[in-house]
């Protein structure tokens, strides 16, 4: 089920689904079977995709699906496991995860496995046959630049704290690789455009994304409107484009539209929602970009979205922003 990163920055929109926000019972179910994934409690979390899917007229993402052949798997039940991947293969062309994906191993020795991820290798082979193979390498090397010392952060932060000179001198390492990535970057989009999946591949596109916005405020703001475009003619996610627009706006001095951006209080260390504009209805906003509700997205920062309360203390969180 290692999928699930993957497909989230790739496919954040359930309009790529369905063409239609899916039903809250749906998404709900998903969550409760992904939690049950979690815990290891995998039969309960088969059955909940299951619900999940039965609620939605038995339409199902395919990433929904993959994720329940995971847990169907993990709980002992191949037969239901094959279901969901026959129901995807049509579809499914990344033949590198799923062969290495040990929550599938237990289908390895099934006769039905060997004709499922041959039809998933033709499909990558057909997929990857009309991309720009140089441009795929390159970004591919700018994706591992951008991500690993990011990753890095959470155990060095841990280790050393937040405002170590340890922190500040990786936070420098990173700012290093960004501006030698941006150049890059930056040579690709003004000679090509942006670049989608049918060029570059899934994770090609995506590092353009992240590239821009880790980037400096000048930079992204003579690339949005390029990302907007994008967009509109498929080529970029909306979701990614909601935490282009957010940064831009906050950098801009104005308020988010999405609520994508989270800061963090130096003195208390608590983390916060950067100043949002019409709180009440961010979840509307994000429903219609693909991106989940806000409660759960701040979940992540450990912590709880009040609406009503954000409202009351919105005017002092943005005086105590324009005292730093």
Excluded at 64 to 69: I, L, Q
């Amino acid at each position: 089920m290692k999928i699930r990163l993957f497909v989230l920055l790739l496919l954040a929109s359930t309009k790529l689904f369905f063409g239609q926000t899916v039903p809250k019972e749906y998404t709900d179910k998903v969550k409760a079977a992904e939690s049950f994934y979690q815990a290891k409690d995998f039969k309960n979390s088969a059955n909940k995709y299951s619900e999940a899917f039965k609620s939605n007229g038995w339409k199902a993402s395919l990433n929904d699906r993959y994720n329940a052949a995971c847990s169907w798997a993990m709980a002992s039940g191949p037969d239901s496991a094959f279901s969901q991947l026959d129901r995807i293969a049509a579809k499914f062309s990344n033949y590198n995860h799923i062969t290495k994906d040990t929550d599938l191993s237990s289908l390895h020795n099934d006769k039905r496995w060997k004709p499922l991820i041959e039809k998933i290798k033709q499909n990558q082979e057909k997929a990857e046959a009309n991309l720009n193979k140089p441009l795929v390498a390159k970004l591919g090397n700018i994706y591992n630049e951008d991500q690993k010392y990011r990753r890095q952060i959470d155990s060095i932060e841990k280790k050393y704290g937040g405002s170590s000179k340890e922190m500040d001198k990786h936070w420098r390492l990173i700012n290093k690789k960004d501006s030698l990535n941006l150049i890059e970057v930056k040579a690709i989009l003004d000679k090509y455009g942006w670049l989608g999946p049918d060029v570059v591949g899934g994770q090609g596109s995506v590092t353009l994304f992240l590239v821009i916005q880790h980037a400096d405020q000048a930079t992204q703001e003579k690339y949005l409107p390029m990302m907007r475009d994008a967009v509109k003619n498929g080529k970029a996610q909306s979701g990614s484009l909601a935490l282009l627009e957010d940064r831009v706006a906050l950098r801009q001095g104005k308020r988010q539209i999405y609520g994508s951006q989270i800061g963090r209080d130096p003195e208390t260390q608590l983390y916060y929602v950067s100043p949002l504009e019409d709180p009440e209805n961010v979840d509307k906003r994000r429903a219609d970009v693909g991106l989940p509700p806000l409660a759960e997205y701040v979940k992540n920062w450990q912590m709880k979205w009040d609406a009503e309360q954000y409202k009351k203390d919105l005017p002092k969180l943005e005086a105590k922003i324009k005292q730093k």
